[in-house]
Every structure is written in C-alpha cells, then in structure tokens.
C-alpha cells in the first residue's frame, strides 16, 4: 500500500495533481483489485463533469493539453448524477465484477466521482476502502482548485 510512514491522504496530497489520481489508483489496486479508476470533476455549469484518467486518452471527444487529458461527460440521467445529488455509493453489476462510483465531497459539498472496476461484486469494506479513498480526493481537488486556471 504504498509508503507505510504516510496516510493515504498524506500520499495523495504530496503527489502532483495530475499524479494524485495514480496514487490513488495503487491504493485501489492494491487493496481491493480495482482497476479502470478514474476521477470525474464537477464542472463549473453542474451540468457535467470531466474525467480525469488514463483510459479516456484514446477516446473520441476528448481534449488534450499538454500532457493531460479529459473528458467531459453531461451529467443528465446518468449514474454520476445519482451519485452526486444522494452522495451514496453506487454499485453497478458488471461481467461477474462491478462499476463501484463514489462521491468526492468535502463537508457535504459535492465535487465529484471516483470511478473504478472491481473484479468480483464488492463487499462492505471493499466500499468502506473505496469512500476513504473519494474522501481524500475531495480534499486534494479542493486545495489544488485556487491553483487550476478556470480558462482551461
């Protein structure tokens, strides 16, 4: 699990914002198997958000600048969109696995959805892994929004 002398909030905050969502990722591997992960970032409008991931690199529709890459994704009638407005997790059944998609909040506030793959349906503290980990992120996107230009 990474680096025992730091929290996962320690090993998420010092990493490079572009680099958090790797860190996070070997967290989520190495705990409970996932795969595909992925942070989905409200936009400014709330009526989408933008992916964050390596995946969506070879995607139709998606932007690039520099060295990242993102994917904006229209929240209407969409799982992310149930996410965000119960601020529960949300399971979806998939190929024996499952899609497990969390919401990224601070204090109630919310800022996105962590997405990954699971190889087998998850258990309670698959879920409990996986809300720790959106946790942290909310933090770490908080902190980092007053440096990210809006113009982007």
């Known amino acids: 699990m990474g680096d025992g002398n730091r929290t996962l909030l ?13 860190v996070a ?16 970032i409200c936009d400014y409008t709330g009526r989408a958000v933008v ?13 690039r600048r520099d060295d990242e890459t993102t994917e904006t994704v229209p929240l209407a009638g969409t799982a992310y969109e149930r996410v965000l407005r119960t601020q529960r ?14 919401p990224v909040t601070v204090r109630g506030d919310a800022i996105g959805v962590l997405e990954l793959r699971v190889p087998q349906p998850p258990v309670a503290a698959t879920l409990v892994e996986v ?9 770490v996107v908080v902190a980092n929004r007053r440096y990210t230009p809006r113009s982007a």
């Open 131 to 139: 809300a720790e980990v959106a946790q942290a992120f909310g933090y």
């Open 10 to 22: 320690g090993r998420i905050d010092a990493a490079a914002p572009v680099d958090a969502i790797e």
């Open 51 to 63: 992916r964050f991931d390596r995946a969506s690199w070879a995607r139709a529709g998606v932007r």
């Open 89 to 102: 997790i949300d399971v979806e059944q998939e190929d024996g696995g499952a899609v497990v998609r969390a």
């Open 25 to 40: 990722e070997a967290e989520l591997v190495d705990v409970v198997g996932a795969r595909d992960v992925c942070l989905l």
